[in-house]
């Protein structure tokens, strides 16, 4: 049997019943029932309930326990009274006796409980990290983000695109992240930047031939940060085709983003491309004000010109006076206050 885990601690079924098992966590919780101590032991995949009563020849052990030792345990899979299974997890039909166990890990009182979903100030969180990622729901996330990366890569994989790795450390350029440099120990007082984005060495891979590229691409800005972009660096799906027009970009990245959230958007229900309505520029920035509408909200400018012919506002008497343009202005039929 392996040093530390004969399985995970999302493999264990009524299959596995009778069998003798070696598990290795963290003590997500420990409970006390009537002397007889239940732990649920979590790894990275899931949860499985362990016990020992005075009779296990580990229950002194066991005792000893507190939430977030590391633990390695051995004991034989028994199955769970009907009444007592837990269907929300894998392993609900099941419980480990423990018979030996072995302290990988103490840990003395947390900063930042890892049980329940208590918020803390963002100052602790981040010192206490390592805590802070153990946590079910962040940790979900993390797990979220590779799968969805790893989704994007097969999908573009499946309709023949070849994935290349460009460079991060580069001679600077006029476009670069200039603010973020790397000096150069063969070079004494020459720096090497860090490309905002792969575009030259794309290009590069385009005019040679290699007709249809991607790559999951880290980018870097020196910018303040946005709400959908942190302020340094992120990373992006870059893509190039080579002969092709517009509507065949759309028509090969429209079943990608599709595919993504059908994925895993929880079941919700996900439009087919031939219904996306698409927006050219001119008319997203004539009926929204904005190349990204949100077309949840209904709301179009419209043209109110004739409003303000004659106005006093020299603004608008000085714009009407030119050719074609026009004033648009966001519709309010029943009217609203400045202050919200």
């Not at 759309?250 to 491309?273: C, H, L, M, Q, Y």
Request: charge should be negative.
């Amino acid at each position: 049997m392996h040093a530390y885990r004969s399985h995970t601690c999302a493999d264990l079924n009524a299959s596995h019943v009778g069998q003798t098992v070696r598990l290795a966590g963290w003590v997500h919780r420990v409970r006390d029932h009537g002397g007889v101590l239940f732990i649920d032991l979590r790894d990275h995949y899931g949860m499985t309930q362990v016990l020992a009563d005075p009779d296990s020849p580990a229950f002194a052990d066991v005792e000893k326990v507190r939430s977030e030792w590391c633990i390695r345990i051995e004991g034989n899979v028994k199955a769970r009274a009907e009444d007592l299974v837990n269907h929300k997890i894998p392993t609900g039909e099941i419980e480990v006796f423990v018979r030996g166990l072995e302290v990988l890990g103490a840990a003395e009182e947390l900063p930042l409980p890892v049980f329940g979903d208590l918020d803390y100030p963002e100052e602790t969180r981040l010192k206490y990290r390592f805590l802070d990622l153990r946590r079910e729901g962040l940790h979900a996330n993390m797990k979220l983000r590779s799968d969805v990366v790893r989704s994007i890569r097969n999908r573009m994989w499946d309709i023949g695109f070849t994935e290349y790795q460009t460079p991060i450390i580069t001679a600077s350029s006029p476009e670069g992240a200039r603010d973020f440099l790397v000096p150069s120990r063969l070079h004494p007082g020459k720096f090497y930047a860090l490309p905002q984005a792969p575009q030259q060495f794309k290009q590069l891979i385009m005019v040679s031939g290699f007709d249809k590229y991607f790559q999951i691409a880290p980018c870097f800005r020196d910018e303040d940060p946005r709400a959908d972009r942190s302020p340094t660096d992120f990373y992006q799906l870059d893509v190039e085709m080579s002969f092709v027009e517009q509507q065949d970009v759309f028509d090969t990245i429209s079943p990608v983003i599709a595919g993504v959230f059908d994925e895993f958007g929880g079941g919700r229900k996900v439009d087919a491309p031939s219904e996306w309505p698409q927006i050219s520029y001119k008319d997203a920035a004539l009926k929204y004000g904005t190349d990204k509408p949100d077309l949840r909200n209904p709301i179009e400018m419209q043209v109110g010109s004739e409003h303000f012919k004659g106005s006093g506002f020299k603004i608008f008497a000085s714009l009407l006076e030119q050719d074609g343009t026009q004033i648009r202005a966001i519709p309010a039929p029943t009217g609203g206050k400045r202050k919200i």
